[in-house]
């Protein structure tokens, strides 16, 4: 395995105390898809919005342990969060897309923080990554309210590429989404892991099976298994993981 | 045949009794308080309207009834609303957005917004006592337009407040989340996306609370303000008259020509609070449409 491009050391993260997820050792390689799955409750959000620095909008929120982005301290105190969310970036489990044109969407994030180049190119480029480009190419002065919610979340992925981030998290992307958009976002997946690194935490194991090359489970906020997709789901070697990646339980 | 199993038992029956006394009473309850204010407007026009013409709307007060009209108090509300406005709008969204969106979830901000939520219920008479300590004493602004306009700055700062930490409150933070996401600062976020979902309804609590200064009497007689001004105010620091006091000032007199001029001025201040709230109706619709 490459070097990680993300990694996780020893890392608690509690709300007002009470942590949601225990001592977690966990690489994230680069250029691969990981997922991240584990009954509700069980601290893989949490987790997943700690790279990123989401958490820091939670009142309350404690980390101990270290994250590491190419082998520098995300929560050091010299940091910018700012500038963490630039290169990391995050699609949501519900769609949110501004209350704006399709344009707008894809162009404000480039815009506000001065990226060089084309605006135009820049959206065309996002909008073809994402697998909207030819839906919405002749409309694109439209309210993005209008879309489908398919289309909707396939958008909130353009506005995370158009950043050309290095990492992007999507928190169970398609638990909104019917079976075929599910399929559309899954195949953008595939394409999308040959640039980018893709962290994705799911509900849906298929979906982990499906599209995932390391997986990641989770139960009560401790790193139950962790190693290829394969692997985890054909041969775990916890129990536990045998048990939830088969069924029989959560 | 069977007993019918539809039919309505004893019991069901009672039930809905109830339910129909109920609804009775809540309709005459609306229907009696629309009457006493039908009632209000009938008088008020019956004995205003004869006395409300151009001559009214254009000349100042005079001790002859046909000669007097509201020219100086008209122009004087007018000052006194927009130097209110200026004050008031500004800082109230400012407090509110620093309420909402920086403002640290501890006891101090907690005692803060208690605070101003009991403020928006003192009664207007204890601003006017500390608009008269404050700015017409201390300050020595004396009974000029802009002591008044601070005075009544402060009797609907809290008002605003509320109304704008609602509408910003009523952002979803999914919103915030996506502009986060995609390297927005806490400012950026704000202006773009915040702000601009939460106008509409700050516009609608700022129109409300404007309409509130404009039919406000108590603490402007208790500052100071003029019962009969023949000028009309050049400047902030002029002396002034307001509507509601020019109408206090006619009912008081023992003469009943001038109880049909208060009428008449009363049909103007419900008019111009009429125009107001249909403002503040039409923007919350249009921004509940987008």
């Known amino acids: 395995m490459s070097k990680p491009i993300l990694q996780t050391n020893g890392l608690t993260i509690s709300y007002s105390g009470n942590p949601a997820v225990r001592n977690v050792t966990l690489p994230i390689p680069e250029k691969k898809i990981t997922a991240i799955i584990g009954p509700s409750g069980c601290g893989k959000s949490t987790l997943l919005r700690s790279f990123n620095r989401m958490n820091d909008f939670v009142d309350g929120v404690t980390h101990d342990g270290k994250i590491l982005y190419r082998e520098h301290d995300l929560y050091a105190s010299n940091v910018d969060p700012v500038e963490v969310r630039l290169r990391i970036g995050m699609v949501f489990q519900k769609a949110n897309p501004f209350p704006k044109s399709i344009f707008r969407n894809v162009a404000w994030g480039p815009e506000i923080n001065g990226m060089e180049g084309d605006i135009n190119h820049r959206v065309e480029t996002a909008l073809t990554q994402a697998a909207l480009w030819d839906e919405v190419s002749d409309r694109l002065g439209d309210s993005a309210l209008n879309l489908s919610g398919g289309q909707q979340q396939r958008l909130c992925i353009a506005r995370a590429l158009a950043m050309e981030p290095e990492v992007i998290l999507m928190d169970e992307p398609c638990s909104a989404l019917d079976p075929v958009s599910t399929a559309h976002i899954e195949d953008l997946l595939f394409i999308l892991k040959e640039k980018y690194t893709i962290v994705i935490v799911t509900h849906n194991m298929q979906q982990a099976a499906r599209v995932s090359d390391y997986t990641a489970f989770m139960e009560m906020g401790n790193l139950v298994e962790y190693g290829e997709t394969d692997q985890v789901f054909t041969r775990p070697k916890q129990k536990r993981t045998e048990e939830y990646v088969t069924g029989r339980f959560g | ?213 404009i039919g406000e009497t108590a603490p402007l007689i208790m500052i100071g303000a003029l019962t009969y001004v023949a000028f009309l105010p050049e400047g902030p620091m002029d002396e002034f008259t307001a509507l509601p006091i020019q109408i206090f000032n006619w009912t008081a007199r023992p003469q009943e020509e001038f109880h049909e001029l208060a009428a008449a001025g009363i049909i103007v201040l419900l008019a111009i609070l009429l125009v107001m709230n249909a403002t503040a109706v039409y923007i919350r619709y249009r921004g509940s449409k987008k």
């Not at chain 2, 004087?76 to 909402?100: C, H, M």
């Open chain 2, 1 to 213: 045949m069977s007993e019918n199993p539809l039919n309505v038992g004893q019991q069901l029956a009672r039930r809905q009794q109830v339910a129909m006394t109920f609804r009775i009473f809540c309709t005459g309850v609306t229907f009696f308080a629309m009457a006493i204010l039908a009632i209000l407007i009938y008088q008020v026009t019956s004995a205003g309207a004869g006395w409300l013409d151009w001559q009214f709307l254009t000349s100042f007060p005079s001790r002859f009834p046909e000669k007097a009209g509201i020219k100086s108090a008209f122009v004087g509300t007018l000052w006194l609303v927009s130097l209110t406005a200026l004050f008031a709008i500004p800082t109230a969204v400012l407090a509110a957005i620093y309420l909402e969106e920086y403002a640290p979830k501890n006891k101090a901000t907690i005692f803060i917004e208690i605070n101003i939520a009991n403020l928006a219920g003192v009664p207007s008479i204890v601003y006017g006592i500390l608009g008269l300590a404050i700015f017409v004493r201390f300050f020595g602004l004396n009974r000029s337009v802009i002591a008044g306009a601070l005075t009544m700055s402060l009797l609907i700062l809290p008002v605003i407040i509320i109304a704008s930490k609602e509408a910003i409150r009523a952002v979803p933070s999914s919103l915030r989340q996506a502009a986060f996401a995609v390297g927005a600062t806490r400012w950026q976020v704000v202006s773009a996306h915040v702000l601009p979902s939460a106008i509409p309804g700050i516009l609608t609590g700022v129109i409300l609370a404007l309409s509130r200064a």
